[in-house]
């Protein structure tokens, strides 16, 4: 039986009677989604972005105020949107989203909201031609001037992915909302009003609530809203069963067709304090899932591969613990297995694999649409992602760094090196990875093979070329006639032969510096800068005037020392921002921007500076605000003391959108010139 609590769906509009404790985000977006075309949500992981736009934003619309059509990736996200306005619309195939909104609206007289929920997922796993059409095709609905708001959903560590998005549509990021982890006096107010809803009593209110939150918190700086919902419908699943057991049909009636009564319970201090940790709770829900489920299957069909279900599990989430969604072809019956997951899931089989899927999706771990499979949170993906081994581990980022280099080679034609496939070749199958990604390995492999050969064939000429010259001269030297030539001759055999040994050990060196070059450049990719100067300094062994190694050397160690430059900037910037430095974190982050890094390495600080800037807009306007009441007080030393401090944010903000607190700030140095200290 289950609770009425949400567990880990997120809350939809029938639920909004139920949804506690974001009134004034609620308030915030609603009125930032009536005055804005496109509009950013974003937040970390669990802080409850998807209930606040399908919920408490759908419970401030009338029906006849909006058209809302929520959009998640999907396999591709472009064709996930096409198909959501197609059905909406109601015809056929489009050849421009712009027409599909604009017969939406024709039929049904209401704006059109196009929410993209989750739009981390194109970063994840999109490919680059899937994230250029996605977003010129949300620049070609904003142009149109259609009747059409667009809302994007982010988790926030993915904010800086954004900014190729902003040389397309450079105003994507004006108009934001950052979702903040609840806090505590909203998430007492959240269970206390939850449990009165849903008739359950606490024993000691303020303590028990507390309690929850303790048992939630444990060491985090935030609590993910999604752990709540699970702590109190497994408490709720608990306590019922201790109350009434499993026989009381009527109190199961209860709750059937979501009415709005339902059965009494108490949540007592003893209890609470015995039912543990989140991480416990969510551990042993998760683990008492996989194992009935393999023990019932294991009942039905002996030969049921072990820990299948852990298996499939796993293949829903990717090398970076967040949860992968995953397409199925077949019947309901038979569904056929994934080609990136065949290798992986083959001794499964396709059968078993569709009965399987349908158990998790029973059981809350799975949710699908239209064949369309995914864990029903993040927070399932990490703990999933906490239980791997070493060596799921080290198999996931092979596949991750194999699949990065096939798509290099798709773009430059690049094929592994040799050390790559050295690496990777006692793992190659044993990962879940697409076929073409092993053919790109195979010819790899069969280009290394021949390159090989060709510098072995090579050697192979020098070496005959000097057997053949060899026996040439004993020749000449043996149908010689005169002595004294004949040792002439033999003499100057041997000093040639001494010189071409000589020239083929040099070529030997040659190669060998060669292979030394090639391996480091290799390791300079891979940003192993350290281990690719170590290459180079053997180069340097064999020839110490080599100008390229000695380039690449100093390179490679002047790059080293950028990334540990880089590390301390942003390790300082983070530290200010903590506490509340606002300009120092600034500087540290606008320092390590500027360092001449690749732009992947420069993401954090990207994050960095939004946040801070994020940060100095209401840090700039309480400063004003002090400054004209100390002005106003006669503390003129202090209110300087704030102009100054004003001014310096105000250099970073960067906005024309702050005449009213200049003016205060004007006015306030009339009233306190400099040489006044009174």
Same mark, same amino acid.
């Given at each position: 039986m289950r609770s009425p609590f949400k567990f880990l769906d997120a809350y939809v509009l029938k639920d909004k009677e139920y949804f506690f404790g974001r009134e004034e985000?609620?308030?915030?977006?609603?009125?930032?989604?009536?005055?804005?075309?496109?509009?950013?949500?974003?937040?970390?992981?669990?802080?409850?972005?998807?209930?606040?736009?399908?919920?408490?934003?759908?419970?401030?619309?009338?029906?006849?105020?909006?058209?809302?059509?929520?959009?998640?990736?999907?396999?591709?996200?472009?064709?996930?949107?096409?198909?959501?306005?197609?059905?909406?619309?109601?015809?056929?195939?489009?050849d421009h989203l712009a027409d599909g909104i604009m017969e939406i609206y024709a039929n049904q007289l209401r704006p059109v909201y196009l929410i993209i929920d989750q739009l981390e997922e194109l970063f994840i796993l999109g490919t680059e031609k899937e994230r250029t059409t996605f977003i010129y095709n949300i620049k070609t609905i904003l142009e149109a001037q259609l009747p059409c708001r667009v809302i994007f959903i982010l988790r926030e560590e993915y904010l800086a992915q954004l900014y190729e998005f902003e040389k397309v549509i450079p105003s994507l990021l004006d108009r934001r909302l950052r979702v903040e982890q609840m806090s505590i006096t909203k998430l007492k107010e959240v269970i206390t009003k939850s449990c009165t809803r849903f008739n359950i009593s606490l024993e000691e209110p303020e303590k028990n609530t507390q309690q929850i939150i303790d048992r939630l918190n444990a060491g985090r700086v935030g609590i993910h809203l999604p752990y709540l919902q699970v702590y109190l419908d497994m408490l709720w699943q608990e306590d019922y069963q201790r109350t009434y057991g499993n026989g009381d049909d009527q109190v199961k009636g209860q709750l059937n067709g979501h009415t709005n009564s339902y059965p009494a319970l108490t949540f007592d201090t003893k209890e609470i304090e015995n039912f543990g940790a989140i991480e416990d709770v969510l551990q042993r829900f998760l683990h008492q899932q996989e194992k009935e489920i393999q023990s019932q299957l294991s009942k039905k069909n002996s030969k049921i591969p072990p820990e299948a279900v852990r298996t499939i599990l796993d293949g829903f989430v990717t090398a970076e613990g967040t949860k992968r969604p995953i397409q199925f072809s077949g019947t309901a019956k038979e569904i056929s297995i994934p080609e990136d997951f065949a290798q992986q899931w083959k001794p499964i089989g396709n059968q078993l694999l569709g009965i399987i899927l349908k158990a998790l999706e029973d059981r809350r771990l799975l949710r699908s649409e239209d064949r369309l499979y995914e864990l029903a949170h993040?927070?399932?993906?990490?703990?999933?992602?906490?239980?791997?081994?070493?060596?799921?581990?080290?198999?996931?980022?092979?596949?991750?760094?194999?699949?990065?280099?096939?798509?290099?080679?798709?773009?430059?034609?690049?094929?592994?090196t040799p050390k790559q496939i050295d690496q990777y070749e006692d793992f190659i199958y044993k990962l879940p990875i697409a076929p073409e990604v092993i053919s790109f390995f195979k010819e790899s492999q069969a280009m290394a093979i021949k390159k090989k050969k060709q510098a072995r064939r090579r050697r192979h000429f020098i070496y005959l070329g000097l057997f053949l010259f060899s026996?040439?001269?004993?020749?000449?030297?043996?149908?010689?006639?005169?002595?004294?030539?004949?040792?002439?001759?033999?003499?100057?055999?041997?000093?040639?032969?001494?010189?071409?040994?000589?020239?083929?050990?040099?070529?030997?060196?040659?190669?060998?510096? !060669?292979?030394?070059?090639?391996? %480091?450049?290799?390791?300079?990719? *891979?940003?192993?800068?350290?281990? @690719?100067? $170590? /290459? =180079?300094?053997?180069?340097?062994?064999?020839?110490?005037?080599?100008?390229?190694?000695?380039?690449?050397?100093?390179?490679?160690?002047?790059?080293?020392?950028?990334?540990?430059?880089? !590390?301390?900037?942003?390790?300082? %910037?983070?530290?200010?921002?903590? *506490?509340?430095?606002?300009?120092? @974190?600034? $500087? /540290? =982050?606008?320092?390590?921007?500027?360092?001449?890094?690749?732009?992947?390495?420069?993401?954090?600080?990207?994050?960095?500076?939004?946040?801070?800037?994020?940060?100095?807009?209401?840090?700039?306007?309480?400063?004003?605000?002090?400054?004209?009441?100390?002005?106003?007080?006669?503390?003129?030393?202090?209110?300087?003391?704030?102009?100054?401090?004003?001014?310096?944010?105000?250099?970073?903000?960067?906005?024309?959108?702050?005449?009213?607190?200049?003016?205060?700030?004007?006015?306030?140095?009339?009233?306190?010139?400099?040489?006044?200290?009174?």
């Open positions: 985000e609620v308030v915030s977006l609603y009125h930032m989604v009536t005055k804005n075309r496109l509009i950013l949500v974003y937040g970390k992981s669990g802080t409850g972005k998807t209930s606040l736009a399908q919920c408490g934003l759908a419970g401030r619309f009338d029906k006849t105020d909006w058209y809302p059509l929520f959009v998640k990736r999907g396999e591709n996200i472009n064709r996930s949107i096409t198909l959501v306005i197609e059905e909406a619309a109601q015809i056929g195939p489009l993040d927070s399932l993906a990490a703990i999933i992602d906490q239980e791997r081994t070493d060596e799921e581990r080290q198999l996931a980022e092979i596949k991750r760094r194999l699949e990065n280099s096939y798509h290099e080679y798709l773009i430059s034609g690049a094929y592994l026996v040439m001269m004993a020749i000449a030297a043996f149908i010689s006639n005169n002595f004294r030539m004949q040792a002439e001759e033999e003499r100057t055999n041997a000093q040639n032969t001494l010189q071409a040994l000589q020239e083929a050990q040099e070529k030997e060196k040659q190669l060998r510096i !060669e292979s030394f070059i090639e391996k %480091g450049r290799s390791q300079m990719a *891979l940003s192993e800068y350290l281990l @690719a100067s $170590n /290459q =180079f300094e053997l180069v340097l062994t064999f020839d110490s005037t080599h100008r390229l190694a000695d380039s690449l050397r100093k390179v490679a160690i002047e790059k080293a020392a950028v990334k540990n430059e880089y !590390e301390a900037l942003l390790q300082s %910037g983070q530290q200010a921002l903590e *506490l509340g430095q606002l300009i120092v @974190a600034m $500087n /540290q =982050f606008n320092k390590a921007i500027a360092l001449p890094l690749e732009s992947d390495f420069l993401r954090d600080a990207r994050i960095g500076i939004i946040e801070t800037k994020s940060r100095m807009l209401p840090a700039f306007r309480k400063t004003v605000e002090a400054a004209v009441i100390f002005e106003k007080a006669g503390a003129c030393d202090n209110a300087l003391g704030d102009i100054k401090r004003a001014k310096e944010l105000l250099r970073f903000l960067n906005r024309n959108d702050l005449q009213d607190e200049l003016k205060k700030l004007t006015e306030v140095e009339k009233e306190c010139p400099t040489s006044n200290s009174g």
